[in-house]
């Protein structure tokens, strides 16, 4: 009875008086929690600081939490021609196509290779897993991409080799197990087809997992740069963000060794800064994303974990 009453208390939202040792336990407890997330913090806000302190300040003193020199030098010379808000709205969009259609797959690949009615399962995933050991090599790969499927300067290139992945695929078919197979079963006996099924009693259930792997997708298209550089030569005029920045950067580097670089002062090109700028433009807007998944995020990742 006395713990009945305990139960009752908890779910009725009823405050429960903690001993001096568990306030003490949790106490110390939120304070490491706290330094914890200022340590994960801190460096994030230097970065901010010092993309927007001068370069001269830079080079004296080092990286600064709060400017000495206000300026927006780094920023204006990282934004200059507005090429950059067009990479921004190339990347959302890459981000947001190759997220959606990414996650529709790997969520219908999973659901189906744990079908146990499905009797190629073991073999695909036995494929699945295998690619994800060995790999062909650059040279075939890039081959591959432009001459057989011929997407170079293609912006296909860019979004399919990222829409799914041997590990997300095997993530979602862990998730997949912890759904019952008596709920397909029970679709079947009332005349559902496999795609209501799915649609209907398994996606709904799935909530967690299309967080995490979605998050997944979502950071791996907004990072993305490699195959930019690969497949997308100078005739593209409006590239992905990230190597968009990476672009901007080693052309700052590469002036100081130019004629043209021994006609301009050192302190008139803010090197320092715009690297901490490129930091700041490349996470700044990716961070915001997190908040929304995250009740979805860990219980996933918790789950996708423990099934094998």
Not at 32 to 44: D, E, K, Q, S
Not at 76 to 95: F, H, N, Q, R
Not at 112 to 137: E, V
Request: hydrophobic fraction near 50%; charge should be positive; proline fraction near 4%.
């Amino acid at each position: 009875m006395a713990k009945k009453k305990d139960m009752d208390l908890m779910e009725s939202g009823a405050k429960v008086r903690l001993g001096t040792s568990d306030k003490i336990i949790r106490g110390f407890g939120y304070i490491f929690i706290t330094l914890y997330a200022l340590a994960c913090v801190f460096p994030f806000l230097i970065i901010i600081g010092t993309s927007f302190t001068s370069e001269n300040v830079i080079r004296a003193e080092g990286v600064q939490l709060f400017p000495k020199e206000f300026t927006l030098q780094a920023y204006e010379m990282v934004c200059k021609g507005g090429g950059i808000w067009y990479s921004y709205a190339l990347t959302i969009t890459l981000t947001v196509i190759g997220t959606f259609v990414g996650l529709s797959i790997i969520a219908m690949t999973g659901y189906a290779l744990q079908r146990k009615d499905f009797p190629l399962r073991n073999a695909i995933s036995f494929f699945i897993y295998f690619t994800s050991l060995f790999q062909a090599g650059l040279a075939p790969y890039y081959l591959l991409m432009t001459q057989t499927y011929h997407l170079k300067d293609s912006y296909l290139a860019v979004l399919l080799p990222l829409l799914m992945s041997p590990w997300l695929i095997i993530l979602m078919k862990n998730f997949v197990k912890a759904i019952p197979h008596e709920i397909t079963e029970s679709g079947k006996i009332d005349g559902a087809g496999d795609m209501k099924i799915f649609l209907d009693l398994i996606l709904p259930m799935l909530k967690p997992a299309l967080a995490t792997i979605g998050l997944f997708l979502a950071l791996g298209y907004w990072n993305e740069w490699y195959q930019s550089s690969l497949f997308l030569s100078a005739k593209v005029d409006v590239k992905p963000l990230q190597y968009t920045l990476y672009e901007v950067v080693n052309k700052i580097s590469s002036l100081k060794n130019t004629i043209a670089g021994q006609y301009v002062s050192l302190e008139d090109i803010p090197q320092e800064g715009v690297k901490m700028a490129n930091a700041v433009l490349a996470t700044g807007p990716i961070i915001f994303l997190y908040p929304f998944v995250q009740k979805y995020f860990i219980g996933g990742i918790t789950v996708g974990a423990v099934k094998g």
